[in-house]
């Protein structure tokens, strides 16, 4: 009971220190020890891997001073030619254990733009804007020099998550140019990187990524030890590490989230996930992740959320008939027909007149030639490939209506089947949905409605007892949370969202302060 009592006080210590942590940034101030300031600064920002810096001598003096900065935000041949440099060869020679700041800042320095300071707040948030920061052994200010990268088109544009209203980058095979984005977009010294060499062989860099005071730290470090622990010649793709960590590798339902994104990643990280990226990967694995998540686009959070709202449960009208619509038709047709408007009834059985094959057949023919097509599309040049799927489409469907191979009723089943499939914003969720079709229509056909119900029974138990990293893949529905329905399967507007997921378990629950409407609050 104790135990327990000191856990949850610990617990609101630990969501206290690291909401005001940038706050109280501002009571520190520099000491005259250079390696105290250097060390500080680095533990401030988590000792991640990026933070870099390089104590040297200035000029023909004995006086030490250190530079500090993040590689992937600062251009280092600005770092390089423009402070080092004139630092280390152009400052005069002196037995002086003093250095005249002033000259250096007026005459040495010949970057864009260079001030002092001395507060902790000020020097962080100028070093991961993609500033350096200089320290002088002996002085209690610093020098904060502009060297910032301004990279051109580096990055690539989205093309498996594409968006209407949202930005149009995604990332690159270069981890340094990714993690630029991510740190462009967070500012948060709790923001952490680690990373690690991971393979016998290919001894491929790998970084986890996450916010340290919002990111459960069970969830955080059950991750570094999947990852940092994986005994293989080594990972070609980040997508493969995520196979290998997940509880339940043989499931046809993605257990990790592959984006392509990084506003995506960025969004997660804020909620208390865990990102996982890697030099020579062009995507990022986010965990842990849940069905609903697997349902939101990123054209969500840029429409009024009315109009969202609406877009995301025709989503999950379209995972239903994605999976269903085929055996139900079959259901419908072979057992149960007594279900349709007698009118409608009659309509059907008129235009299966002359098809040689029972309706379960004349669907599989159909659904397997749907598929086919997909993957043609996928597999030809994109030039050709819509050009093949949709004009293969209609000159197969409409040859086979005239053939008699298929009835009419049956290629409008498959047309609504396939657009509402495109319509899953998750690639791999839209496999899983290809997959399960066909078992759903041989208990169409065996057990009628019946065994399509036993179906989706068995797939709702089977989805409710997996877990990704410890959370329940149906969560919030299943376990029940009401207050975690703002995000799901509808989208609450913004500023009805002032807590993040429960069941993420973050370590800092609230996302932000609204003391009305449209309104945030003042601090």
């Known amino acids: 009971m104790i135990n327990n009592i000191k856990k949850i006080i ?38 991640s891997f990026d933070v870099k810096s390089r104590e040297f001598n200035v000029g023909g003096s004995n006086v030490r001073a250190a530079i500090v900065y993040i590689d992937s935000v600062s251009n280092e041949d600005i770092i390089m030619d423009h402070i080092i ?12 254990k003093k250095l005249d700041i002033q000259y250096i800042k007026d005459s040495l320095l010949t970057g864009q733009s260079v001030k002092e300071a001395e507060t902790f707040d000020e020097i962080v948030l100028s070093i991961m804007s993609g500033n350096s920061f200089i320290c002088i052994q002996g002085y ?10 301004y990279r051109g088109k580096t990055f690539a544009t989205p093309t498996m998550e594409p968006s209407v209203k949202g930005p149009q980058e995604a990332f690159v095979e270069m981890l340094k140019i990714n993690i630029g984005m991510i740190r462009k977009r967070i500012r948060d010294p709790n923001l952490t990187l680690d990373m690690s060499y991971v393979g016998r062989r290919i001894k491929s860099e790998i970084v986890i990524v996450y916010i340290k005071g919002i ?18 010649d080594g990972p070609t793709s980040v997508v493969q590490v995520g196979k290998l960590i997940v509880e339940k590798p043989n499931s046809i339902f993605p257990l990790i989230q592959l984006t392509e994104r990084p506003d995506k990643l960025v969004s997660s990280l804020t ?53 269903i619509l085929p055996a139900l038709y079959i259901a419908v047709t072979t057992f149960n027909p007594g279900m349709l408007p007698t009118n409608l009834a009659l309509s059907i059985a008129a235009t299966r007149v002359g098809v040689p094959f029972p309706a379960f057949f004349e669907a599989l023919l159909m659904v397997i030639t749907l598929d086919l097509l997909q993957e043609a599309s996928i597999r030809l040049p994109k030039i050709v490939g819509q050009t093949v799927s949709i004009v293969g489409g209609l000159v197969i469907g409409q040859a086979a209506v005239q053939a008699a191979v298929v009835s009419p009723i049956m290629v409008i089943i498959i047309s609504v089947t396939a657009v509402s499939s495109y319509t899953i914003p998750n ?35 089977y ?31 913004s500023w009805a969202m002032t807590k993040r997921h429960e069941f993420l378990s973050p370590e800092d629950t609230r996302r932000q302060i609204i003391k009305k409407r449209g309104e945030p609050n003042e601090n």
């Open 427 to 461: 690639y791999s969720l839209g496999l899983a949905t290809r997959i399960v079709r066909i078992p759903f229509m041989l208990l169409a056909v065996t057990f009628g409605n019946f065994g399509i119900t036993m179906g989706m029974l068995l797939m709702l138990t």
């Open 463 to 493: 989805l409710a007892s997996l877990k990704s990293f410890g959370v329940r893949y149906l969560s919030p529905i299943s376990p029940y949370r009401i207050r975690d329905w703002k995000d799901t399967i509808i989208r609450a507007p």
């Open 271 to 323: 909620e208390g996930r865990v990102a996982v990226i890697m030099n020579g990967s062009p995507d990022a694995i986010i965990l842990p992740v849940t069905l609903p998540m697997l349902m939101q686009s990123a054209d969500d959070y840029f429409e009024n959320w009315i109009v969202s709202s609406v877009i995301r449960m025709s989503r999950y009208l379209a995972l239903f008939l994605s999976t």
């Open 85 to 96: 440099k004139p630092l280390i060869i152009s400052y005069p020679a002196t037995t002086s």
């Open 215 to 232: 990111a459960n730290d069970d969830i955080v470090n059950e991750v570094k030890r999947k990852v940092f622990s994986l005994d293989i």
């Open 10 to 47: 610990d617990k609101k210590n630990k969501k206290t220190g690291y909401a005001e942590n940038t706050e109280h940034l501002k009571k520190f101030v520099l000491s005259e020890d250079i390696n105290d300031n250097v060390s500080r600064l680095k533990e401030i920002m988590n000792n």
């Open 140 to 149: 209690t200010k610093g020098l904060i020099i502009e060297s910032k990268e």
